[in-house]
């Protein structure tokens, strides 16, 4: 970029350089040049240095329809603090494209999209560029780059040789344009821009090639006139019939994709409604910290990254962002300092802790409570999602008590107004301790719902429950003693168990697999989670199979069966087996290795 800024600083007739389609190399530059923001600034409002409209490149099936569209909205907010956005869905190099992206793009005012990946053989005859039609009939005009984004980007400054290249290009293209301009990318992926490419423009024209120092947005603009008689194409463009698509990446360090997945879950599905509900009911919307996890998030998202095809450096940074939004979203629900566990339930106001920091905090203390009356501890549970539902509620905690004989103690650690309020509310009568074991919850209309409690490491206790839930709602449970239950058509025994529903029979012969019988339809599904070992020999890109493969499977292995929890709400088990499979791959990569391992 250093460079990028003195040739467009220096030369007019370096008319404009295309920043990758996204926002998020200008933020990292200007950390370390933060003297250089206003000639930025310039740049991009001159229109010679185009940003976004992306906030970063990203893989388009390996994270949430929403975090595209957070994408689109944080590069356009962050790039119209820098002076402005592209309007072009440039997706170079991404690894295939969803069929939503149309829709998508033209939610955001996009009419134009350009990529090289995922076109099949309808290429022969749609050309490029095509109208590329979404599934709610949404088009957008797409340019296809059947040789790359990076066909001209070793272009030479001699002009004779620049000139030989140039008419091959031409020559290519002359098949499968559509349209009379041709893209010309000087440039790829990390490569310094030329500063020569002006005077070359100059010296092309001069023998007869038609060249000139042009821009996607001047070829898309002719695009878009000629949109009339372009071809059509529909559906996603995930094919690798001209440009290679890795599809192992969407198995590549699963760990990554599941702690995105965790991530996304919390701020689309309980932070974003859950603060959204509480500001209606006066709470104040925590914007700025809920854009800093998305942007932890985002800066996740480009297609090396979350793919998990770049090297283990990448990778760990990916892990610490997500980590950050993930403490950050989970903190923006309830507090995840559990020190102070007891008097954060009961306190309140009384020793300075505030409801509206924690949006869970908030609303449970909005919730009508009187009915559980001040000797009683409560719980809320809330439904996120726009429907009502009959849902599993889970809720962990530890047991804990504040009694008379520990408020010296209390005294001498904690906060004077803690201490305080603490001798205030036993004085009062208020229980100040909180257990599920051994209880039942009791709803407002006095009807008793059972709980299954486990108890887990470290003196944590798991307790679930299942109710019906209002739509984008909440609903408060008193803790009551509680009374023998029924299990709900729970039933289980020797390598087999069951509900009202279904009836699962462990086949403990071949590792324990499957046979889930449908008590409603009769349907029998047999040989059901059946594990299969083979070789790999690919890369952090690609599946690949040894040529002479060898296949471990379950079947055939002797397993143990165990109840590990059963109660009224549900029943777990538990089956064990081990199997030999092969340690690596053999030292030529043809086979597996006769070394074996268990597992």
């Known amino acids: 970029l250093d460079e990028l800024i003195g040739i467009l600083k220096r030369d007019p007739s370096f008319r404009e350089f295309l920043l990758d389609g996204q926002v998020a190399p200008l933020d990292d530059y200007l950390e370390v040049r933060p003297e250089s923001a206003e000639l930025v600034r310039e740049l991009v409002r001159s229109g010679r240095l185009v940003i976004g409209p992306w906030y970063v490149q990203p893989d388009e099936f390996l994270v949430h329809e929403e975090s595209l569209v957070r994408n689109l909205l944080y590069g356009r907010r962050r790039g119209l603090e820098y002076g402005g956005v592209a309007r072009i869905g440039y997706l170079p190099d991404t690894f295939g494209h969803t069929a939503q992206l149309p829709q998508i793009l033209r939610g955001f005012g996009i009419e134009t999209f350009v990529f090289h990946r995922g076109l099949g053989p309808e290429f022969e005859e749609v050309g490029t560029p095509f109208a590329w039609v979404g599934p709610d009939g949404s088009e957008v005009v797409a340019l296809y780059l059947p040789d790359g984004y990076c066909n001209m980007a070793w272009l030479p400054p001699d002009p004779e040789d620049a000139a030989e290249m140039a008419r091959k290009l031409l020559k290519r293209w002359g098949k499968w344009a559509r349209i009379s301009s041709v893209p010309s990318m000087v440039g790829c992926d990390h490569h310094l821009p030329k500063d020569y490419l002006p005077r070359l423009a100059r010296e092309l024209a001069a023998r007869d090639v038609p060249a000139k120092v042009g821009s996607l947005r001047e070829v898309l603009e002719e695009a878009r006139a000629a949109r009339e008689r372009l071809g059509k194409v529909s559906g996603e463009l995930l094919n690798s019939h001209y440009h290679w698509v890795p599809y192992g990446v969407w198995s590549t360090r699963t760990y990554l994709k599941r702690l995105n997945f965790e991530c996304e879950t919390l701020l689309i599905y309980y932070v974003e409604p859950l603060w959204a509900l509480a500001w209606v009911l006066g709470g104040p919307y925590p914007e700025r910290e809920v ?13 090396d990254s979350i793919c998990g095809c770049s090297v283990d450096e990448v990778h760990r940074e990916v892990v610490t962002r997500l980590e950050k939004a993930k403490a950050l979203a989970s903190e923006l629900l309830e507090c995840t300092g559990r020190g102070h566990g007891a008097l954060e339930w009961f306190l309140g106001g009384r020793a300075g802790y505030r409801y509206e920091w924690h949006a869970m905090h908030f609303l449970a203390s909005k919730a ?18 726009p429907w009502r539902r009959r849902a599993v509620v889970t809720v962990r905690f530890r047991p804990y008590a504040v009694v008379a004989p520990m408020l010296d103690e209390l005294a001498r650690v904690a906060p004077r107004n803690v201490a305080e309020a603490a001798t205030e509310l036993l004085r009062a009568g208020t229980v100040v301790r909180f257990d599920m074991r051994g209880a039942a919850l009791r709803d407002v209309s006095g009807r008793e719902v059972p709980v299954q409690v486990k108890e887990l490491e470290g003196g944590v206790v798991e307790a679930v429950w299942v109710d019906e839930l209002l739509a984008l709602g909440l609903k408060a449970y008193a803790v009551v003693p509680a009374q023998d239950v029924g299990s709900d058509g729970l039933a289980w025994g020797e390598a087999f168990i069951e509900n009202e529903h279904l009836r699962v029979e462990f086949d403990l012969e071949n590792g324990g697999a499957l046979k889930v019988v449908d008590k409603r339809t009769g349907e029998v599904y047999s040989g059901l989670a059946t594990f299969e070992d083979g070789g790999d020999i690919g890369d952090e890109y690609d599946y690949s199979p040894p040529e002479r493969d060898r296949i471990v499977t379950s079947k055939g292995a002797k397993a143990s069966f165990e109840v590990v929890e059963a109660g009224p709400v549900r029943v777990r088990a538990r089956v064990r087996y081990a199997l030999r499979v092969p340690a690596s791959a053999s030292p030529d990569r043809k086979s597996r290795s006769s070394e074996e391992v268990e597992v």
Request: aromatic share 20%.
């Open 291 to 303: 854009w800093m996890a998305w942007r932890y998030v985002l800066l996740s998202h480009p297609h």
């Open 368 to 385: 009508d409570l009187s009915f559980a009356g001040l000797d009683k501890p409560y719980v809320v549970a809330f439904n996120t999602l």
